[in-house]
């Protein structure tokens, strides 16, 4: 009989009435022939008032009697839905996660997944019954109860789902499905029938918060059908798979706003190896995730990392930042708050010109002032100021005619890569591949003045010219934007910006010297905080000088000296144990 697991969140079951149209779900799948797995959240806003709880005793709660305490929230739900299934004359039982064998591992708040026992559920639903698990928690080796990380109840559907070889996981939710945009900030945002892990990897993590980004990584990890749908209406919902049929015309098929963002500059690194590495690398080690990792290349042996953290860490983020520029020597640090990032996310653009560049002359026509610009082969991201993020993402989204894109349908002919035998921690990192392109040049316009509209006229003189630019990076505008290109195109790509009928910058396009692109790609390159700093280290420990980074939530590529192209590659092929 096949395996249906149920995720029901917060508002879902945030009262009585709303449990018992959850019990009729699962009814009726219940009904309809399978054996169901459900998992839930705690009632909407119960792990706020826990959490609250605890800080009205102290602002530093223990992380271990934190996750006692907030684990019960979603105790109070399993054993509530079960309450409910049996009034409604069906045979169920509720666990905990240590009670089911979820062992993840021991830092409290924060846990990962590292395997799941299937034998107590198995028994559960060969007896016949709707197994009830609570979402968002786990046991660690030693019998300590964790919590897995906010909104991580998916996490444990997505995960269940996996270890029980299910058919399908379904996510039920107040919304009815993934949406082009977030509806309440783009009215004419659409439904998506159908769309891939990896776009959804892409635009969870900048908050389009329908779905836990981890939960996204476990279903892509192993090949977990997820269908995201309504608690409340009968409607289809969202399908997340491997990969789409019907978006073949399309370049970009969702767009996302996060808002609660800060960046940090670090100006004036030493341009020499291991820089990047170390910043990388402190910033791990405290669990502090960053994102959006941007280096254009150096100028004067100089070179200034920028990257975003989280609002809520940037001042544990700076007390580092600070150490670190005492240590390397470099010039400042220099944070800024309110700022928003928009991305555009797609998998059609891939090899598809003139992207970026139709976003960036978009926001330009509103007035909109770009700050940071990174590319990877399936999202572009912007940040702006706070102020500007919402009209920013309706920009977006009209400029790509997100409102009206073709039907889809999820592609069933993906053979699985991974079994869950071969990853073990379940959460853990997946690393896929390591590339080597050898036939990249670098350009840079500095001093490209900072006012709406420059990033856009730019990108599209190289568009026009035909040109393909394969990263684009910009994190500060005093130093100017960066692009690759083919090496073939370099003198196309200089006389386009050089004939620009109001020339863009003061100085001439530098080009630079012969370079190479390393990128690794995988699952949880972002979310595993050490997976960059692994990257960067093995780059040091080689002393090889990194010229640019660009990040990405599935892939992380820098540039490096031509002459050292190979070596890099190999190394991370042999430090992370890849044979292709
Ligand atoms: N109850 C937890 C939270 O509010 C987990 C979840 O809802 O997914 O974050
Ligand atoms: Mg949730």
């Not at 779905?211 to 409340?232: I, N």
Request: charged share 25%; aromatic share 2%.
């Amino acid at each position: 009989m096949s395996i249906i697991v149920q995720k029901f969140g917060g508002t879902s079951v945030a009262n009585a009435e709303c449990i018992k149209k959850v019990a009729a779900k699962i009814i009726q799948s219940k009904e309809r022939g399978h054996q169901v797995v459900a998992t839930v959240s705690a009632q909407a806003g119960m792990t706020d008032r826990l959490i609250g709880l605890a800080k009205e005793i102290t602002l530093e709660p223990d992380p271990r009697e934190l996750d006692q305490l907030v684990s019960t929230g979603e105790q109070m739900s399993i054993a509530l839905v079960c309450m409910t299934l049996h009034a409604m004359g069906h045979s169920a039982i509720s666990m905990t996660g240590g009670q089911v064998g979820i062992v993840t591992d021991s830092v409290h708040t924060k846990a990962r997944i590292q395997n799941i026992k299937t034998d107590a559920i198995r028994s559960e639903l060969d007896k016949g019954q709707i197994v009830v698990v609570a979402g968002f928690q786990g046991m660690d080796e030693e019998g300590h109860v964790t919590t897995l990380g906010r909104g991580a109840s998916d996490v444990t559907a997505v995960a269940l789902a996996a270890a029980l070889d299910a058919e399908l996981c379904e996510i039920y939710t107040d919304v009815d499905g993934i949406y082009t945009a977030d509806p309440r900030v783009v009215p004419d945002a659409t439904k998506l029938d159908a769309v891939s892990h990896d776009e959804i990897l892409e635009l969870a993590s900048v908050g389009a918060k329908v779905l836990q980004s981890r939960s996204v990584e476990v279903a892509k990890k192993f090949h977990v059908p997820v269908c995201v749908r309504s608690t409340f209406t009968e409607r289809p919902g969202t399908v997340i798979c491997s990969r789409v049929k019907g978006f073949e015309d399309v370049p970009v098929c969702g767009a996302a706003l996060s808002r609660k963002e800060s960046r940090i500059t670090i100006a004036g690194l030493p341009d020499s190896p291991g820089v990047a590495a170390r910043v990388v690398g402190a910033i791990g080690d405290r669990h502090i995730n960053i994102d959006m990792i941007v280096q254009s290349f150096p100028l004067k042996t100089r070179a200034d990392i920028s990257f975003l953290v989280r609002d809520t860490d940037l001042s544990q983020a700076l007390r580092v930042c600070e150490e670190l520029k005492d240590e390397l020597g470099a010039e400042s640090v220099l944070p800024e708050g309110e700022i928003a990032r928009v991305s555009a996310v797609g998998r059609g653009m891939v090899d598809r010109k003139g992207i970026a560049a139709r976003m960036c002359s978009a926001l330009g026509a509103k007035g909109i002032n770009i700050k940071m610009i990174t590319t990877s082969e399936i999202n572009i991201s912007v940040v702006v100021d706070a102020e500007h993020g919402e009209e920013t993402l309706r920009t977006v989204h009209e400029c790509f005619g997100l409102h009206k894109l073709p039907p889809a349908t999820p592609a069933t002919d993906v053979p699985a890569d991974l079994r869950l035998s071969e990853l073990d921690p379940m959460e853990g990192l997946h690393v896929q591949m390591v590339e080597l392109d050898a036939d990249q040049a670098e350009l840079k316009v500095v001093d490209l003045a900072d006012k709406p509209g420059e990033a856009g006229r730019l990108l599209g003189a190289l568009a026009e010219a035909g040109i393909n630019l394969d990263i684009v990076l910009q994190n500060s505008c005093s130093s100017g934007i960066s692009v690759t290109v083919k090496r073939s195109d370099v003198e196309r790509a200089r006389a386009a910006i050089g004939s620009m009928a109001e020339p863009i910058a003061p100085q001439p396009v530098q080009v630079g010297d012969g370079i190479a692109k390393v990128s690794v790609s995988g699952v949880g390159l972002r979310s595993h905080a050490g997976a960059a700093s692994t990257v960067f280290g093995v780059l040091a420990r080689e002393g090889i000088n990194i010229e640019m980074i660009g990040t990405s939530e599935v892939k992380i590529s820098v540039i490096v000296p031509e002459a050292d192209g190979e070596r890099a590659a190999a190394e991370l092929r042999k430090e992370l144990a890849l044979d292709n």
